[in-house]
């Protein structure tokens, strides 16, 4: 049921293989988004140009990095319990040094040195190139600090390197920052203002993953339906550029349709998208190429437009039915997603059944589920009060996530007893004998490992499912090998 409800960050240690001339080990550790598991990628890439492999055993640790996530509070929580990890680390090898980087150290800044004694640096998202000033800035025996926000850095010059990888999916950064400016998100604040990157740049990388072996790309942003290049910097300062920067700028069905031509066997997916901000060009170019998966996550955040209007979210439901109807008339076999946040400031048992009513409405095939969190900084924050109670916030949200199981497996028994598409990602967790990968509507699959391996596009057909996996057997492979 992982897909249905994400109520706690993720965490993973990264690691790569090994530089015999580096002498210096570096422990990486994510929590959030994903565009966090990519900054740690460049992080690593840098470092490993300054002396540094990565290992797995924090016990082996020189230099030892947390790429935060503020969404929460218990994301920051969580965060700050790995630091007392450290710091039992630290004593057995006083030389370690500890960085905080990401959205956390945005937000916090300097405050952290101060609140979390093992902090020895603090790295802002768009600091990362500044690594190795910092890194000798400590290395003397003093702290150091950059959360400088940039107009304009994309490190889409820094080839990312692909660690902890099971060589088949990669995530490829397409912009950072965002300017909705939702009163209850901190990402502007830690992000930065909306820049994309360099769409030749992107193709590059592409390509490349493709000749490295790679079988999937995922394009990454806080909002990749604003994707706009147009020769460099804020996507608010577009309306100042030149009649050529106009005449040739890429927007985001641009890209997806210039990535999908690229490679046309590599299968793309694409995130976060933002009502707001979709197009249904978008949806055009993804109907048009075959290797553009049939998936989009689409949060809503609530069903009532009282809130929507209070969370600042620039669309009403009707305008967002409208655009899942297109959606579902241009690729019927669309996968829906979701995010849905419950007990917002103000929010009454009216605008909680109109959230019911949209999923039951959409019947989303999964989606990521959360009680309110009041984040420092944010416009909810300053002029909202926090007003719905814990227990009622949890009682609605159980509720959420209740109606959402039911449509999970409404959706996953509908690919029961035809033949799928499947990219094989893995061996099941659960089960040895058999691997797992997704379909293009990103429902996940097992079936019998048999002399597949992988890497492998098969066809599987689907004959018993749970709410969040389907369970088949292989008839073959399929033509994209």
């Known amino acids: 049921m992982e897909k249905i409800i994400d109520e706690s960050i993720q965490g993973e240690t990264l690691s790569l293989e090994k530089n015999v001339k580096n002498t210096r080990n570096l422990f990486i550790e994510s929590y ?4 966090n598991f990519s900054d740690s990628e460049i ?3 840098i470092l490993a140009n300054e002396g540094f492999n990565t290992t797995q055993k924090l016990e082996d640790a020189d230099l030892v990095l947390v790429n935060t996530c503020s969404i929460r509070e218990k994301a920051e929580l969580t965060v700050r319990k790995r630091l007392e990890k450290y710091n039992a680390i630290k004593k057995k090898r006083p030389h370690m040094k500890v960085g905080v980087l990401g959205c956390m150290a945005e937000r916090l800044k300097s405050k952290l040195l101060e609140e979390e004694k093992i902090v020895d640096m603090v790295v802002g998202p768009d600091a990362y190139k500044d690594l190795p000033n910092l890194i000798q800035e400590i290395d003397e025996g003093r702290e150091a600090v950059n959360v400088i926000l940039s107009k304009d850095e994309t490190y889409g010059d820094i080839a990312p390197v692909r660690l902890n990888t099971n060589g088949v999916s990669a995530l490829v950064s397409i912009t950072r920052g965002c300017d909705n400016m939702c009163t209850f998100c901190v990402v502007p604040f830690t992000r930065g203002r909306e820049r994309s990157r360099d769409s030749q740049s992107i193709i590059a990388e592409v390509n490349d993953l493709w000749n490295k072996g790679f079988k999937e790309i995922t394009l990454l942003g806080q909002n990749v339906d604003s994707y ?3 020769g460099g910097g804020l996507k608010k300062d577009f309306d100042k550029a030149s009649e050529m920067q ?7 069905a641009n890209l997806l349709d210039m990535v999908a031509e690229a490679q046309p066997k590599m299968w793309i997916r694409f995130s976060t998208s933002n009502p707001q901000d979709m197009s249904l060009d978008v949806i055009k170019t993804m109907a048009k190429h075959d290797n553009i998966c049939n998936h989009i996550h689409l949060p809503v955040q609530s069903g009532s437009n009282r809130i929507l209007k209070a969370m600042n979210r620039l669309h009403t439901i009707e305008e967002y039915f409208e655009l899942i109807d297109n959606i ?15 007990g917002f400031p103000t929010e009454t048992e009216e605008d909680h059944q109109d959230t019911l009513a949209v999923l039951d409405r959409v019947k989303y095939d999964y989606g990521y589920m959360y009680s309110y969190s009041e984040r420092p900084g944010t416009m909810a924050a300053r002029k909202m009060d926090d007003d719905i109670p814990e227990k009622t916030k949890q009682r609605r949200l159980s509720e959420i996530i209740a109606l959402q199981r039911e449509h999970c497996q409404f959706r996953t028994e509908k690919h029961l007893g035809s033949v799928q598409e499947i990219l094989i990602e893995g061996t099941s967790k659960k089960d040895e004998t058999m691997w797992k990968g997704r379909n293009s509507q990103n429902v996940v699959a097992v079936f019998p490992k048999e002399n597949y391996k992988l890497g492998d596009f098969v066809d599987v057909k689907m004959n018993d499912c749970t709410s969040a996996t389907l369970i088949g057997e292989a008839v073959g492979l399929s033509n994209n090998n």
């Open 32 to 35: 959030g988004c994903a565009m």
């Open 43 to 45: 992080v690593a890439s």
């Open 228 to 230: 706009l290049w147009y």
């Open 246 to 252: 106009i005449a040739t700028a890429v927007d985001f």
């Open 328 to 342: 579902r008339k241009i690729i019927p076999e669309i996968a829906l997603s979701h995010d849905m946040i419950s």
